[in-house]
């Protein structure tokens, strides 16, 4: 079965400096990985996905991920930290195995201070 | 705004009544999926359909839950005798299937308190 694992539940950067969520993930198959990000009463909005192909991926508003098999990672980075970066960030996974369904970590909050 | 929306936004209600939340998705999609988020935690799968077929239910969906998608449209997710534990929020995802992995969007959810 599939899982992920967000390491740390709480982050806080200074804006201006790097940001790194980690995430590690369990699949007995290729998995398909991603990040999506929750503001405050809102849905989740995706910000980017591995699925075949470049394992660098590059999402939205200057996140990127790299997807190392070997370390079964998928950590989601971005140089310079804005204010407006402070949400929710969610990794998950899903594989043919789970019938496509998402399996979710639970979350890192991501505080950008001044 | 042509996005997965979530009817109501906020739901108030005492302990042994009934409710029932509504989800639109993305007009194309054929697939709808049902999450469950409690504070400090990820979304937890519930359930998915296909077109208006419920292909699979988790096991923390009990037997007071209960989803249709009467028309492959939209869907109503029914939370019979409400129990404190359920307040959380539900949230609905759509997706375009080919018969693989697609990208789900999710609705801004409904926040459900049961006092």
């Known amino acids: 079965a599939q899982s992920v694992t967000q390491l740390g539940s709480h982050v806080s950067v200074s804006e201006g400096a790097l940001v790194l969520l980690r995430c590690n993930y369990s699949?007995?198959?290729?998995?398909?990985l991603f990040w999506y990000v929750q503001y405050p009463n809102q849905g989740l909005q995706l910000l980017l996905k591995?699925?075949?192909?470049?394992?660098l991926v590059k999402g939205i508003n200057g996140f990127e991920a790299e997807f190392k098999k070997s370390e079964t990672s998928f950590h989601l980075t971005k140089p310079s930290a804005h204010m407006s970066d402070a949400a929710e960030y969610f990794c998950?996974?899903?594989?043919?195995?789970?019938?496509?369904?998402?399996?979710f970590g639970a979350g890192t909050r991501l505080f950008v201070k001044a | 705004d042509t996005g997965v929306s979530q009817n109501p936004r906020h739901k108030i209600t005492k302990r042994g009544q009934n409710v029932t939340f509504r989800c639109d998705p993305i007009?194309?999609?054929?697939?709808l999926y049902w999450y469950r988020q409690t504070l400090g935690q990820g979304p937890e799968f519930l359930t998915y359909?296909?077109?208006?077929?419920?292909?699979?239910k988790s096991r923390l969906l009990s037997d007071r839950f209960s989803a249709e998608r009467p028309k492959g449209s939209f869907s109503t997710l029914e939370i019979q005798r409400t129990e404190q534990g359920d307040s959380a929020m539900y949230l609905c995802?759509?997706?375009?299937?080919?018969?693989?992995?697609?990208?789900?969007?999710f609705g801004p959810g409904t926040r459900l308190l049961v006092l």
């Open positions: 995802a759509s997706s375009h299937s080919n018969g693989g992995q697609e990208t789900q969007y």
């Open positions: 699949s007995s198959v290729p998995p398909y």
């Open positions: 591995y699925t075949t192909g470049a394992t």
């Open positions: 998950a996974v899903s594989d043919m195995t789970g019938g496509f369904k998402t399996i």
């Open positions: 007009s194309e999609h054929n697939r």
């Open positions: 359909f296909q077109n208006e077929a419920q292909l699979e």
